[in-house]
């Protein structure tokens, strides 16, 4: 079998694909190698930096964290919970959520580096090609 170059979706790795987290819950998740993630990655490590004078606590490495997640990994959510509510997706409640719930911060790291979200769907040949 050949080695297939376009096997992924790569158009959506930085976008997200959706997932189903619990019940009818959904996140819109992206691939953790996206160049999105990694220009925030930064832009918040160096914010962090700044701040804190290169000398940050687990719980500010924590936020960094959850913060740059937010922005570059975790792109929308449809059916989940805050507070009894069911809220839009924006980056700063993202980020509260990813830092209060470990079981979710997990969840999105796993998913975001789970490759087979992203495999192009190939359809069969035609017999009469």
């Given at each position: 079998?050949t080695?297939?170059i376009?096997k992924?979706?790569h ?8 997932v189903?987290i619990?019940?009818?819950?959904r996140?819109k998740?992206a691939y953790k190698?996206?160049a ?17 004078c ?5 719980d ?17 959510w449809e ?5 009894g509510e069911?809220p ?5 409640l993202?980020a509260e ?5 470990p079981?979710?911060?997990d ?23």
């Amino acid at each position: 079998m050949t080695y297939r170059i376009d096997k992924y979706e790569h158009e959506k790795f930085a976008s997200g694909k959706w997932v189903t987290i619990e019940g009818t819950s959904r996140l819109k998740v992206a691939y953790k190698g996206n160049a999105e993630y990694l220009d925030h990655l930064m832009e918040v490590e160096k914010k962090y930096s700044r701040k804190y004078c290169n000398e940050l606590t687990a719980d500010q490495r924590m936020a960094m964290h959850c913060e740059a997640i937010a922005l570059g990994m975790l792109k929308d959510w449809e059916d989940v919970g805050v507070n009894g509510e069911t809220p839009a997706y924006t980056p700063e409640l993202g980020a509260e959520a990813l830092k209060q719930n470990p079981v979710l911060l997990d969840f999105v790291k796993t998913q975001s580096g789970n490759l087979d979200r992203f495999e192009r769907e190939i359809s069969a040949p035609n017999e009469h090609d």
